[in-house]
């Protein structure tokens, strides 16, 4: 169980200023999810809705164990079912908990355009300030991973806070706590990551030998890892991607273009006024005619 | 067409549809810029803050494009590029010097402007189409991610390029002299336009 730790702001979206950005690696916070130990039971969807009062409407069946078929504004986590055939014949049912990554370099955080609406705490947690937004869904544009929802009702974009509320008081959380088989874990990142590397090579012991954690380095690690049996395929847990990084397009859209375009604009205004100054007003000569 | 010393150049109702062009696209740049860069972040005061910015800046853009495509199709043949724009523009030296005597005669409006116009055009309507695609409230969910990012950028892209243009044609106004009362009262001088536009003075002075 990790101890209270500063919610300092390491990282805040449009926002000019120095900041540190990175985490802080000795009291970065992860959560650990290892998808060998998951019984799909939702406890976690659950403790979920419980801790942040969230209540979604009721869908309907869609087919599937997955339900809500989708994440939205009021379900920051759910349960993706996945029926798998094996090459030899046998089928794999891979449950993965989807909800947001919390990334080390989070796309969100980049693509915003409200200062201050998405903020990165030096425990490593991304989180949405919702005064702050203006629900324009730039966030969704920005994320590799498909996760930001904005609401119809109030405008403002949801995903999970990592239970920011509870880790700013010590608490772990709330799925974590829930999970009756501890395949959810909570607590300091290098201390995950060296747990992880254990049950990888518990996993390899036991046959499966692509088993991995999945931290993807494309987006500097994230706050929310898997330990994968089919490591070599993350894709087959609901199209995970194995090598998910901001988009080109994102970057290109929020680097070169917003800083050469601005500058470009005001050396408009600063030729025209050089120019007025050095040739002067075109005037005719009223009795041309 | 013609009376005393002034000659017409814009109507009424294209002198109406102009500033509610102007006057939109003020509100959309502004709303626009505080979406672009941080910088320019307390802009978005000019529609009343973050969110009803972001709320507005698409309704309004609908009426900008609107308004600038009746006046664009108004003016279409106008702006076709001549013979001797192209010789006009290889002046572009002499025009800004203002060494006037040295231009070759031009119609209704130079290449300068002309070009003015083509990019006008085209930033407008990849606005339009891009916006309609980052249109959240609406549109959005229709697109694959991938579109929306490209149409994201190229909307970033077209909006600044369009207050650019901009730029360049509010200092062309200012610049050049006498011409502002064409957008204001809807008339110029017979000496400006003769002067700055030959081939249209001596087409109007016929009638």
Redesign the interface.
Known sequence: MATATTMNIVNRSATTAEMPIKSNPDIAVAKLIDESKCIGCKACQVACMQWNDNRDEIGSMVGVYDNPADLTTKSWTVMRFNEVERADGGLDWLIRKDGCMHCEDPGCLKACPAPGAIVKYENGIVDFVKDNCIGCGYCVAGCPFNIPRISKTDHKAYKCTLCSDRVAVGEGAACAKSCPTKAIRFGKKKDLVAWADQRVKDLKERGYQNAALYNPQGVGGTHVMYVLRHGDKPEAYNGLPSDPQISPTVGLWKGMTKSVLSWGMAAAVAVGIAHYFIKGPKTVDEKEV | MSQG?EVQRYAANERWNHWLTAITFVLLAASGL????????SLSAVLGG??S???LHPIIGVVMFASFMIFAIQKFSDNVMRSYDWKWLGQIGDV???R?DRLPAVGKYNAGQKLAYWAMLLTMLALMASGII?W??YF?HMFA??T???A??VH??AG??L??TI??HV?AA?????TIGAMTKGTV????A???HPLWYQSIDKR
């Open positions: 010393n505080a979406f672009f860069h941080p910088t320019f972040w973050g969110e910015s972001r709320m800004l010097a203002n006037d980052i959240r409230e959005s991610i991938d929306l990012r490209l994201a950028l970033a892209v600044a390029l207050i650019i730029i360049v200092y200012i610049w050049v002299k006498g001088s017979r000496a400006w003769k002067h700055h």
